[in-house]
């Protein structure tokens, strides 16, 4: 069912693979400090990341292609682009 988190902080994920089609990929509200490294998805996912919520900062894609989705990213209640730090 793809990755979901709602207020949660300080969670890193790395070298992993899930097989999802749901969409958005992964969901996150109110959440923080999330680092997500060599993530990958499968194709044809519509949306790879809904971000949500006042509350929601700190989010890092690291060497995290987001090529499988329609739409990379998606802004919320609250979070805007800001949020999101991509290396």
Avoid: Y
Avoid at 22 to 27: A, I, M, R, Y
Wanted: glycine share 4%.
């Amino acid at each position: 069912n793809g990755i979901k988190s709602s207020e949660a902080s300080n969670i890193r994920l790395k070298n992993v693979k899930i097989k999802s089609d749901n969409s958005p990929f992964v969901t996150l509200t109110n959440s923080s400090t999330f680092t997500f490294e060599n993530i990958s998805c499968l194709k044809n996912v519509k949306t790879f990341m809904n971000l949500s919520g006042e509350t929601t900062k700190n989010i890092n894609l690291i060497n995290t292609k987001t090529d499988c989705a329609e739409t990379p990213f998606e802004f919320g209640k609250g979070a805007t682009k800001e949020v999101l730090n991509i290396k």
